[in-house]
């Protein structure tokens, strides 16, 4: 496979298998590309927190990467890119906003990191990941690595006596790529609706917006 077939497949969507078919009769799709990005992804970010942070422990560095590899950063990134822009997806899928979903965006993003590593090596695919992922450990080093649901609990247990609650209020979409809706409820005060891609995204996305308004 050419480079540029490479890269064009890593724009394509499993929404299209049943609209597009590879030489072999095989669905065309970035899967493959991503699960192969993923580990370029999470090799070059290692290494680098390796490196660079030699005062860090195990579970410091671990929590940096998680953070910084997470779907949260990796779908901004493929929007400030136009990653956006060049999927193809299914006519469904597109109808649904899927151009639009923090997961399919970050999918994309590790398929593009697949397909620059088996086009031009490990070099150029390490220079490509840390041109956008330094920028994010450094806003990490700067602001902590303490997830936002943490930070809630943490405030609202010292400052009102109370726990927050998260209630799931609904769930959409196929078994693959289902869509939860998610609130928050803090004393008397409930923050949301919120969707993501998983109920553990959604919780994430409701803790952050109640914080920033209590804050």
Not at 91 to 101: N, P
Not at 161 to 178: N, R, S
């Amino acid at each position: 496979m050419s480079d540029l077939d490479l890269l064009d497949q890593a724009f394509y969507h499993r929404s299209v298998n049943n609209e597009k078919k590879g030489r072999n009769g095989n669905a065309v799709n970035n899967e493959r590309l991503e699960f192969l990005g993923d580990s370029v992804l999470g090799l070059v970010t290692a290494s680098w927190l390796f490196q660079n942070l030699p005062d860090y422990k195990e579970g410091e560095l671990a929590k940096i990467k998680s953070v910084v590899v997470s779907e949260k950063i990796l779908a901004p990134n493929a929007i400030k890119l136009g990653i956006d822009k060049l999927l193809v997806l299914g006519h469904g899928e597109e109808k649904t906003g899927g151009r639009e979903k923090p997961a399919i965006l970050a999918d994309c993003m590790e398929a593009v990191i697949g397909a620059y590593f088996l086009s031009s090596g490990f070099e150029k695919a390490q220079e490509y990941v840390l041109s956008f992922i330094i920028p994010e450990i450094e806003k990490v080093l700067h602001n902590g690595t303490k997830d936002y649901k943490t930070l809630l609990q943490e405030m609202t247990q010292k400052e009102l006596k109370v726990i927050p609650v998260y209630q799931l209020l609904d769930t959409k979409g196929p078994e693959h790529e289902k869509i939860f809706t998610v609130e928050v409820k803090v004393g008397d005060r409930i923050f949301a609706p919120v969707t993501g891609s998983s109920k553990k995204i959604a919780e994430q996305k409701a803790a952050e917006i109640a914080y920033k308004a209590l804050k």
